[in-house]
């Protein structure tokens, strides 16, 4: 069954460093998503990246966030100047999304981001 | 995007058949209910969608009532590896993005 692979599954970073986060969604997919959760915390949606551009991003996903997708495959998160608070498990996740059917977004296990 | 209502905890026995109702009254009429479950430090897992009615995969049911205002997820003998948080999201299609709650932290003891 295809899935959704992230790298790296843990990073561990000092306060201020740049981060990126990788993530290979499903080949035939089109839309992709970042979400985050700390820890005892829930599911937070960060944005959402379709066609090349976001589509709909949350109010975390402030200016110190970015997303690309530099090639085919590769969907990446940057997190330009890392905080205390950014650690959290980042999700990675996308979806066909065919018209007319539901929404079955699929997520990766998660980059384990700890911020020292 | 609909609210969701779950219960915040169950606890069940091995064997038995769980049953997690979500509430979603004001769903809109393009919304699908979708059910995932959630190991600690894994990512969300897809269980089962539905629009209406009823609908039947290899791992669970759910049910959906004529006014959509709630859902039900059946669980059929569960096993101590179902001990996970289940989460009712009720969202658009078309590539629009899911909303998570608390959802239902199951556990299941032998």
């Known amino acids: 069954e295809p899935e959704v692979t992230q790298t790296p599954s843990h990073q561990v970073t000092q306060m201020g460093q740049e981060v990126i986060l990788r993530c290979v969604p499903i080949s035939n997919h089109l839309y992709f998503y970042w979400y985050r959760q700390i820890l005892g915390q829930k599911v937070e949606f960060l944005v959402s990246f379709y066609n090349n551009e976001i589509s709909e991003k949350s109010e975390i996903f402030d200016d110190q966030f970015s997303v690309e997708r530099p090639d085919g495959s590769n969907f990446t998160l940057k997190i330009r100047s890392t905080k205390l608070e950014d650690s959290a498990m980042y999700f990675c996740?996308?979806?066909?999304?065919?018209?007319?059917?539901?929404?079955?977004?699929?997520f990766g296990e998660g980059s384990w981001l700890t911020v020292v | 995007l609909a609210k969701t209502t779950q219960p915040i905890s169950m606890d069940s026995y091995e064997g038995q058949e769980v049953n997690i109702t979500c509430s979603h009254n004001?769903?809109?009429?393009?919304?699908?209910i979708t059910w995932y479950q959630q190991f600690p430090s894994q990512g969300p897992r897809f269980i089962i969608q539905?629009?209406?009615t009823k609908v039947t995969n290899e791992v669970a049911s759910l049910f959906i009532p004529a006014d959509r205002k709630s859902s039900t997820l059946s669980l059929p003998r569960v096993s101590l590896s179902d001990t996970a948080v289940y989460y009712c999201l009720v969202g658009p299609n078309q590539g629009g993005k899911l909303i998570f709650g608390q959802g239902t932290e199951l556990s299941v003891k032998p």
């Open positions: 996740a996308s979806t066909r999304s065919v018209a007319g059917s539901g929404n079955t977004i699929y």
């Open positions: 004001n769903i809109a009429t393009n919304d699908y």
């Open positions: 539905g629009y209406k």
